[in-house]
């Protein structure tokens, strides 16, 4: 792109809106429904950078990425390596075709995932796209219908063929293009014949012929038919109630013809005695949840209404109308009880009662209760009438106190700490199998009993006794941090215990909850913990005393040495010796800082000055170094950031890094800083060979070392640790034209 001045920044290319404020254009950009977002692009010796400028009220909105956190990031910086990398080949694409390009795409974004149908379309100016316009509409909904679309077909295929009646598909032709596998069975038809087939192959002329022209009527009429007719089967004739209706397309044309058979055979062989019995059962309670049925104990013949049938998922005149089919619709735990309840009501003459579980057909799983009365009539004859009324709901809520009650005693015994509660008069409630190891007893023994009975040596006014008292009275929570209990078998345990009011649930009494958890492994751990971080600051004092020492006299000595030495090999050999002090002599200062960092227990961050303790580590580095050069590019940030006094370690080691793993003869290192909202960023780049970027990450990690380094790998390590406990960020870059630049962003005091 060219550099000449006359050439709007990206900021006036990108500013929609006139001096005179808000023109049309602008509104069009701010209110569009679609996500608009403006792309800045920059070409350097043949590359691209693209740079976002604006996006509109509706990106903001469905990204979650407001204007300011876009404005001047690069897809990587905003979007992630791996996502930062697909948009950027996007835009190369529209840049280099310069023209409108169009796509789909899924980006991980703040707002969420969302599903893009996204246009590029090129700014060029003088012959070079200096920009891209992005419009992104949002899919995500449409990509969602397809999903559920095809997961709703693939259900509706595996229903089709599940179900016992027979489903086929017709167009308007009346030539088949679907059956289920109950009509393929039905009509005696193999999968590959079923496109095509009509039902002049299928049945005799005159059936034929009827089929055609009530699937005529659907389709000239748009009218659902409802018919019953005789269907030869491959074993049998059956009675059958078949219903057809049309199938539209999206223009409201009827493209085919949907037809469900039911089998009734059986349905219409009843209907005239269903028909009687229902004139007799005055008790009928259509619409209710309450079932009507007549036994009659001598012919075995059961009757249901309808509302019976529904009670138990039973499809209109299926049931079989025996005892023994009955008992198929019972839980067989319960016929038990059934039978001895009938028995009882058949020997005796008492009404009969008795609750069971309903098995049907259908997922959900009902209770009923079945109230009757024997008949006797005047032919000597004797009938059992009586009604089912559906009680799930009552007893899933008992069923599920029960559960509940069961299940908590179960959760309450397995935690290990002390679950307990007590009333008013220090009378266990409840005590967990925790709580009853304590004392040596079972949560049986415990439960019932008052403090003063199951401890021994407790009395009414111990300690124990009166923070239960203030809880309960207050109605407030409290906090114990340590507390003692000396168990049953003499042993002192220590606790952390947490004691709230509550009410005992039906009685509404007040009371006490309170849970223990036991501490006092975790003080022990504590106690030797802390001697061992004394043992060994103290060691490390010794040890970093005794060896400074030791290298200062050898040193010094092998500085001598080298003076009187006149052989040019053994000078250079004395020189090796001492550059090996002077490395452990630093190594011994790496020990100390870490040793610093990794025994202290936490960080006290405080308002540290920036600018004089990164001045005074480049004055540092300067002396100890005289053949680098450190030059600081503007001026440093006179602000303070949160630290403590190891801020100082961070830039030391970052300094030294750049200069012992220099491969120039003069390594040169320069020294920046910026500031952004609520942050500052300390840029040390340097002119050595670089790292490459698989090994950027891994460069932090403890032990790390780089290429040919003879170091520890510490050094890169510390400064990560500290910044993270800092709350700031590290990371190394690629320096122009070579070497590397490691920045380091510090939150700064407002």
Not at 493 to 508: D, H
Not at 570 to 597: C, H, K, P, W
Not at 658 to 674: R, Y
Request: hydrophobic fraction near 35%.
């Amino acid at each position: 792109m060219s550099d000449s001045s006359d050439v709007d920044s990206p900021h006036e290319r990108f500013q929609i809106g006139g001096e005179s404020g808000e023109n049309v254009y602008e509104t069009i950009f701010c209110e569009i429904e679609d996500a608009v977002f403006l792309i800045d692009v920059e070409q350097t010796d043949g590359d691209y950078t693209f740079t976002f400028q604006r996006n509109n009220a509706s990106h903001q909105e469905q990204t979650g990425i407001s204007e300011d956190e876009m404005r001047g990031q690069t897809p990587t910086e905003l979007l992630g390596e791996e996502q930062g990398a697909e948009v950027s080949a996007r835009y190369r694409r529209c840049v280099e075709q310069g023209e409108t390009i169009e796509y789909e795409e899924t980006l991980d974004l703040p707002g969420g995932t969302r599903h893009w149908q996204t246009k590029l379309t090129p700014i060029i100016e003088d012959g070079d796209v200096s920009g891209i316009v992005g419009v992104a509409r949002d899919v995500t909904e449409r990509k969602e219908q397809q999903r559920e679309l095809r997961q709703t077909h693939r259900r509706f295929e595996t229903v089709l063929d599940t179900m016992s009646a027979a489903v086929f598909l017709k167009d308007t032709d009346s030539q088949y293009i679907l059956m289920n596998q109950a009509c393929r069975e039905l009509l005696d038809v193999e999968d590959q014949d079923i496109i095509g087939l009509t039902d002049e192959e299928l049945f005799p002329a005159d059936t034929a012929e009827r089929a055609r022209s009530d699937d005529r009527h659907v389709i000239e009429t748009g009218e659902m038919t409802e018919v019953e007719e005789v269907i030869q089967g491959a074993e049998e004739d059956s009675v059958r109630l078949t219903r057809k209706s049309p199938v539209y397309d999206e223009n409201g044309e009827v493209t085919a013809v949907c037809g469900v058979s039911t089998d009734i055979t059986d349905q219409k062989q009843r209907e005239q005695e269903l028909e009687a019995t229902k004139q007799r059962l005055s008790l009928a309670l259509t619409g209710t949840d309450t079932g009507v049925w007549e036994w009659d104990l001598d012919t075995d013949e059961v009757v249901w209404t309808e509302s019976m049938e529904r009670l138990f998922g039973v499809e209109s005149g299926t049931f079989d109308g025996t005892y023994e089919a009955f008992t198929e619709y019972v839980h067989p735990n319960d016929i038990p009880a059934v039978e001895k309840a009938i028995e009882q009501t058949v020997s005796t003459g008492e009404p009969l009662q008795v609750e069971y579980r309903i098995q049907s057909g259908a997922d959900e799983k009902l209770w009923g209760e079945a109230r009757a009365e024997l008949v006797e009539d005047d032919d000597g004859s004797r009938r059992i009438v009586g009604i089912v009324t559906d009680i799930t709901d009552r007893k899933r809520d008992e069923q599920a106190l029960q559960a509940a009650r069961r299940n908590l005693r179960k959760v309450i015994d397995l935690v290990p700490d002390l679950i307990f509660a007590k009333n008013r008069e220090g009378e266990y409630l409840l005590a967990n199998e925790a709580t009853a190891k304590a004392y040596g007893l079972t949560p049986a023994d415990v439960e019932s009993k008052r403090e003063v009975e199951i401890l021994p040596g407790a009395n009414d006014s111990d300690e124990f006794r009166e923070d239960d008292i203030d809880v309960i009275e207050s109605g407030e929570p409290k906090e114990i941090p340590e507390e003692t209990l000396t168990t049953a078998d003499g042993e002192v345990r220590v606790f952390q215990t947490t004691k709230i009011p509550y009410q005992v649930p039906g009685s509404g009494d007040d009371a006490m909850l309170g849970y223990a958890r036991d501490i006092t492994d975790l003080k022990a751990y504590e106690q030797t913990l802390e001697e061992q971080r004394d043992t060994l600051e103290l060691l490390n004092k010794v040890m970093r005393h005794d060896i400074r020492n030791k290298l200062t006299v050898m040193v010094s000595y092998t500085e001598l040495l080298q003076e009187s030495l006149t052989d040019e090999t053994d000078r250079e050999y004395a020189r090796r010796v001492l550059n090996a002090g002077q490395e452990v002599v630093e190594i011994s200062e790496m020990a100390e800082d870490v040793t610093d960092v990794l025994l202290r227990a936490d960080v006290d961050r405080s308002p540290v000055e920036l600018r004089p303790v990164l001045e005074r580590q480049i004055e540092q580095i300067r002396s100890d170094h005289e053949r680098a050069t450190v030059a600081v590019e503007g001026t440093i940030p006179d602000v303070a950031v949160l630290a403590d006094d190891m801020l100082e370690v961070v830039f030391r080691n970052i300094l030294t890094n750049a200069i012992f793993h220099n491969d120039k003869d003069i390594p040169e290192i320069t020294v920046s800083g910026h500031l952004s909202e609520g942050t500052v960023r300390i840029r040390i780049a340097d002119n050595g060979p670089g790292i490459a970027d698989d090994h950027k990450e891994q460069i932090f990690a403890e032990g790390e070392q780089g290429l040919d380094s003879t170091g520890t790998g510490l050094g890169l390590y510390l400064v990560k640790t500290l910044v993270d406990q800092y709350d700031g960020a590290v990371r190394v870059e690629d320096n122009e034209p070579e070497g590397s630049v490691f920045v380091v962003v510090l939150p700064t005091v407002e």
